[in-house]
């Protein structure tokens, strides 16, 4: 049983959800998000509250509780909005924004563009990159992207890490 399923989801004055064949759609201030949810958990709105119930099929449990977790990062992401922020540590790494496309100066003999969808922004300063998103799942995902193309190395530390990461620092050679 889901202990995050079984309570109901309150929907903030200002919020809009609807739920018609199989598409859940939440309307904020921040945008507009929609997901598919299967039919094997039903869905109700009443009263300024969404209700969550699982079927009868052996994977409703488990799905039970993740529309829950997605109904309420939807309704956060279209009230408040999620943020990521990436510290770029390294001798002469930077990144800037041009357009719609992020590009990262982070030790390669290239810089490496990335394309922002649509639906985030990117602010570069010094040497932080603050991602904001209403989406939290696409947020996550380009952010991963970002930090993968220079992972954090364990000898010095230089890379690409979320703020407050903490990366275990090897001890390098001894002299003899």
């Known amino acids: 049983m889901s202990r995050l399923g079984k309570q109901p989801v309150t929907i903030p004055t200002g919020v809009t959800v609807s739920f018609e064949n199989g598409l859940l759609t939440v309307a904020g201030p921040k945008g507009t998000l929609t997901r598919a949810i ?48 990436l510290d770029i540590e390294g001798v002469g790494y930077r990144a800037e924004v041009k357009g719609s496309t992020l590009v990262l100066n982070v030790g390669f003999s290239h810089p490496v563009p990335l394309d922002i969808p649509a639906g985030v922004t990117a602010l570069v300063e010094k040497s932080a990159i603050t991602l904001t ?7 996550g995902q380009f952010a991963a992207n970002v930090r993968k193309v220079r992972k954090p190395e364990p000898y010095k530390g230089k890379g690409i890490r979320y703020r407050g990461e903490y990366i275990i620092r090897k001890q390098g050679k001894k002299a003899a």
């Open 38 to 85: 299967k039919s094997d958990v039903t869905i109700s709105i009443a009263e300024q509250q969404v209700t969550l119930t699982p079927g009868t099929t052996p994977d409703a449990p488990a799905l039970w509780g993740t529309y829950a977790a997605h109904v309420r990062n939807m309704i956060k992401g279209v009230t408040e909005g999620f943020t990521k922020v």
């Open 133 to 139: 998103a209403a989406d939290k799942d696409l947020l």
